[in-house]
């Protein structure tokens, strides 16, 4: 199964790191953070990814040249700099094949079991499933009904409860869901899968961290250096 990572965007909430380069290349414990989620996946032995690229993209084409893993295949997708992430993966589509492929944000880490949740996926038989975690309401959040999405919410500023942990399980029916570059998935395509019942929740109750702030890149180095990191399964 192929994995497609998002590595375009801007990263503005961490200027301090991404006016030199990409967020997922900025590093915790010498390596950037986008070596740490292939790796993650690679131990579960998912290890061909496409990246889709697009602000400073040429930082990760020169890491992959000169630095990325060689046990891994690694396809780098130019997606336009300013495209939104909705746009990136219908731009990826001719990249991933026919089957089920793993979206992941590049910029972030978590524990998840990626095989229970390919299982968790293929048992219910509908187009996406997000892993969805409880940290402190600043992300997406999603009304459940048992493992069943209900409703959507981008960044609503007083949600509490499941959020999107950036991590899903796509069939290729979810283009259709994607009209152009504009389109951000965690909007309409996103709140259109969960009208038409077709968004299922894997529940990740482990480690998940983002990597928005200067704040989360010193928290994770932390965690990192204390030999403590729960992502670190290889």
């Given amino acids: 199964m192929k994995v497609a990572v998002l590595a375009g965007g801007y990263g503005t909430r961490l200027s301090e790191e991404t ?5 997922p290349m900025v590093e ?8 740490h989620i292939l790796k993650h996946f690679s131990a579960f032995g998912l290890d061909d990814f496409t990246i889709a690229l697009g602000y400073k993209g040429e930082c ?19 997606t336009g700099r300013d495209t ?3 746009g990136r993966i219908k731009r990826l589509a001719p990249h991933l094949g026919d089957g089920a492929f793993i979206l992941a944000y590049g910029d972030g880490v978590s524990s998840v079991d990626l ?7 293929r048992a219910h038989g509908k187009c996406a499933t997000v892993m969805v975690v409880r940290p402190p309401a600043r992300f997406g959040h999603l009304s459940l009904d048992g493992d069943r999405v209900t409703q ?5 500023p007083e949600a509490e409860g499941w959020i999107n942990g950036g991590l899903f399980i796509l069939e290729p029916a979810v283009f259709d869901y994607i009209d152009g570059d504009d389109i951000a998935f965690e909007n309409a395509p996103m709140e259109n899968l969960a009208r038409d019942g077709q968004l299922m929740a894997y ?11 200067l704040r989360e890149k010193r928290l ?5 250096q204390n030999g403590q990191a729960p992502w670190k399964v290889w």
């Fill in 60 to 78: 990760i084409k020169r890491w992959a040249l000169d630095f990325s893993p060689a046990d891994l295949a690694i396809d780098l997708v130019e």
């Fill in 19 to 23: 006016d030199l380069r990409p967020k």
């Fill in 115 to 121: 095989q229970g949740m390919l299982a968790f996926h």
């Fill in 203 to 213: 529940r990740h109750a482990g480690f998940w961290q983002c990597m928005d702030t």
């Fill in 28 to 35: 915790i414990g010498g390596q950037p953070i986008l070596w």
């Fill in 220 to 224: 994770l180095e932390s965690i990192w």
């Fill in 152 to 156: 959507f919410e981008e960044k609503p």
């Fill in 84 to 86: 939104n992430t909705g």
